[in-house]
């Protein structure tokens, strides 16, 4: 084989090694903490009735509050629909596929309550999946970028 038919084909694969990094690349990041300032993520725990003796009433992790800024025109519909179709993209990631999103107005702010496998609204005896989806979404959500 010739020495030009060698730099011909190894300027080929170089190209198609390109080619494949490129189409590879990172999705975008997550617009809560980079488009979106956040300012502060708690701990979003639900009432759960034991239904024991005494029938008490335990607060159990449930995910994460994501406080963001508000900002001129932006509504809490609009950031839902967004959030919702980062994580579908893969750009927002809170360790649960099936993380439910809940936006709503709060004083000067709004509030992203990301959730473990539907729970918002839902009452229903908490299992240790659970517990620990709710664990990896508040992780998650804590290491977003804040003010």
Not at 9 to 20: D, E, H, K
Not at 48 to 66: E, T
Not at 109 to 122: E, W
């Amino acid at each position: 084989m010739s020495g030009s038919k060698v730099v011909a084909m190894a300027g080929g694969l170089i190209a198609l090694l390109a080619s494949v990094g490129v189409s590879r690349a990172a999705p975008p990041p997550c617009s809560l903490g980079t488009e979106y300032p956040v300012l502060s993520v708690t701990p979003y725990k639900r009432s759960w009735q034991s239904g024991g003796y005494y029938d008490s009433v335990n607060r159990i992790l449930r995910g994460a509050d994501i406080r963001v800024a508000a900002q001129p025109g932006l509504t809490a519909p609009w950031l839902q629909r967004k959030v919702e179709a980062e994580m579908a993209a893969g750009q927002c990631q809170f360790g649960d596929a099936n993380a439910t999103v809940e936006v709503y107005s709060e004083d000067v702010s709004l509030v992203v309550r990301v959730t473990s496998s539907g729970q918002v609204g839902h009452v229903n005896e908490p299992t240790t999946a659970q517990d620990a989806q709710a664990v990896e979404i508040l992780r998650r959500a804590r290491e977003l970028p804040t003010r």
